[in-house]
């Protein structure tokens, strides 16, 4: 009788959310490989407009993209919180994207997430693919393979 009354363990999965401009995203954590500090971006001739150019990350060169320029936003400005995402994509390898700031890692549930809550209108919802509610806070969720798309190799 008594494992009738355990709780039902709830999915969850962790993402890290990040600033950009003045909204919250969330990535989800299993995609993250590394979280650095802003450094010198070697800019790399006739790659798209949204690629900032490469990094060597402890010997391992990493393609950085402004997902601001690909989302259809301003220009990156960097401050003291400005960080580089490095993503892990079995097929790609490493691709560094460039967020204002690294806020928290938040735990949501499926029914914390909206999967409808797309306006088509918006540029910036194509890379979107949920809202996710932490308490009073919304956040949306990156689709990280519309993010990738159209990665051309450096």
Known sequence: ???????????????????????????????????VR???????????????GIINLRGEIVPVMSIRIKMGLEEDTFTNSSRIIILK??????????VDEVKEVVNLSEDQIDKNAQDMNDEKSNFIDGI???????????DISKIIEEKETV
């Open 1 to 35: 009788m008594a494992d009738l009354m355990e709780p039902v363990e709830v999915e969850t999965t962790q993402y890290i959310v990040v600033k950009i401009g003045s909204e919250q995203y969330g990535i989800d954590i299993s995609f993250i490989d590394n979280i």
């Open 38 to 52: 802003m450094q010198k971006i070697t800019r790399v001739p006739k790659a798209q407009h949204y690629f900032k």
């Open 89 to 98: 994509i079995e097929q790609q390898g490493a691709l560094g994207i460039i």
């Open 132 to 142: 996710g509610k932490n308490g009073e806070q919304l956040i949306s969720l990156f």
